[in-house]
């Protein structure tokens, strides 16, 4: 075992140890607790009102439909107004009484105000809400957005980053922040209180990521908008006991969500590693159902989250071995 791993276990208190074994029995009790409640018994499915924002493709689009299909008032919102048009029309075909679209970017204040304007006139109001609208971005912050240079012996001996340089990262942080946090944000502030004020059981849903609460290298930027829009959320859901808050974090999802990454495409995962966006979809409307505050996808990405408090450097040899990172 590596030393700096036997140092970690030797220096573990006696709270340390009780809270790592006391994990099982905290999930098994959160797994009991949530089975005892059934939102679709408080809200049928075909009475249900329902905005999904980042509808036009992935996942957003795929709970859309599904939503749709049982029955419920579906608005989407999306910022590409022709592939938002298909999905309204799949929407009534796919069974929903009414079907509506709004074009717009969810970091402009306008164009949240707009939906729920259309929500208010249309639907009357809103049970719920979901977030499922972000930004990739996929460079090492450092070497690769602020593009500082190494040496051959990879050292940053004479590299340093110019103000362009500074800059650019600050720039293309700001594009992570907009979409991953602000834009949430937008959402948030806008529809809690229609939602408080029209439903007689308000949820809202954040498609956050694994990324959001386990570091990982070329990620800095996905990963902290990501947790800071994760953190302003479960915050929320403290402020506001009447809605129900479901967090949804999953690692990679199928499809070409990389291709729009805020600093430059990245690269593809392996399909085969991937989770189906069919499987991610259905888990937050069940998530939605049962009021489940949080769920990992895969599972065990809970346990990587435990560990990273517990030996970090595991989980950070973990996550170079994943991304193939290599510091110099």
Same mark, same amino acid.
């Given at each position: 075992?590596?030393?700096?791993?036997?140092?970690?276990?030797?220096?573990?208190?006696?709270?340390?140890?009780?809270?790592?074994?006391?994990?099982?029995?905290?999930?098994?009790?959160?797994?009991?607790?949530?089975?005892?409640?059934?939102?679709?018994?408080?809200?049928?499915?075909?009475?249900?009102?329902?905005?999904?924002?980042?509808?036009?493709?992935?996942?957003?689009?795929?709970?859309?439909?599904?939503?749709?299909?049982?029955?419920?008032?579906?608005?989407?919102?999306?910022?590409?107004?022709?592939?938002?048009?298909?999905?309204?029309?799949?929407?009534?075909?796919?069974?929903?009484?009414?079907?509506?679209?709004?074009?717009?970017?969810?970091?402009?204040?306008?164009?949240?105000?707009?939906?729920?304007?259309?929500?208010?006139?249309?639907?009357?109001?809103?049970?719920?809400?979901?977030?499922?609208?972000?930004? *990739?971005?996929?460079?090492?912050?450092?070497?690769?957005?602020?593009?500082?240079?190494?040496?051959?012996?990879?050292?940053?001996?004479?590299?340093?980053?110019?103000?362009?340089?500074?800059?650019?990262?600050?720039?293309?942080?700001?594009?992570? *922040?907009?979409?991953?946090?602000?834009?949430?944000?937008?959402?948030?502030?806008?529809?809690?209180?229609?939602?408080?004020?029209?439903?007689?059981?308000?949820?809202?849903?954040?498609?956050?990521?694994?990324?959001?609460?386990?570091?990982?290298?070329?990620?800095?930027?996905?990963?902290?908008?990501?947790?800071?829009?994760?953190?302003?959320?479960?915050?929320?859901?403290?402020?506001?006991?009447?809605?129900?808050?479901?967090?949804?974090?999953?690692?990679?999802?199928?499809?070409?969500?990389?291709?729009?990454?805020?600093?430059?495409?990245?690269?593809?995962?392996?399909?085969?590693?991937?989770?189906?966006?069919?499987?991610?979809?259905?888990?937050?409307?069940?998530?939605?159902?049962?009021?489940?505050?949080?769920?990992? *996808?895969?599972?065990?990405?809970?346990?990587?989250?435990?560990?990273?408090?517990?030996?970090?450097?595991?989980?950070?040899?973990?996550?170079?071995?994943?991304?193939?990172?290599?510091?110099?």
């Amino acid at each position: 075992m590596d030393d700096s791993i036997k140092t970690q276990f030797a220096n573990l208190s006696a709270t340390d140890w009780f809270g790592f074994f006391a994990f099982p029995l905290i999930v098994a009790y959160v797994a009991w607790s949530t089975t005892a409640f059934y939102r679709p018994n408080v809200i049928p499915v075909n009475s249900e009102r329902v905005l999904v924002v980042g509808a036009s493709s992935g996942v957003g689009r795929t709970i859309a439909l599904k939503y749709a299909k049982r029955g419920a008032q579906v608005v989407v919102m999306g910022r590409r107004k022709q592939l938002l048009d298909k999905v309204r029309q799949e929407c009534q075909a796919a069974g929903s009484p009414k079907a509506l679209a709004v074009v717009g970017d969810f970091t402009d204040v306008d164009a949240v105000l707009n939906a729920r304007k259309l929500a208010e006139k249309e639907l009357g109001g809103l049970d719920t809400l979901v977030v499922a609208a972000g930004a *990739m971005a996929g460079k090492p912050l450092v070497t690769g957005v602020a593009n500082t240079p190494r040496e051959a012996d990879g050292s940053f001996a004479s590299g340093k980053p110019t103000k362009a340089n500074i800059q650019k990262a600050k720039d293309v942080a700001t594009a992570a *922040m907009n979409a991953n946090y602000l834009g949430p944000l937008n959402t948030a502030v806008t529809f809690i209180p229609l939602l408080e004020a029209s439903s007689t059981c308000p949820a809202i849903l954040l498609i956050a990521s694994a990324a959001s609460v386990i570091p990982a290298p070329t990620r800095s930027l996905y990963c902290s908008s990501k947790g800071a829009s994760l953190l302003l959320f479960q915050s929320l859901a403290i402020e506001h006991p009447k809605i129900r808050f479901s967090h949804v974090l999953p690692a990679t999802i199928e499809g070409d969500f990389r291709k729009g990454a805020v600093d430059g495409p990245v690269a593809e995962e392996s399909s085969k590693k991937a989770l189906k966006v069919d499987s991610v979809a259905e888990t937050c409307i069940d998530a939605v159902d049962r009021s489940v505050n949080t769920t990992f *996808m895969p599972w065990h990405y809970r346990w990587a989250h435990i560990l990273y408090w517990v030996a970090p450097s595991w989980i950070e040899a973990g996550a170079r071995r994943k991304y193939n990172w290599k510091s110099s």
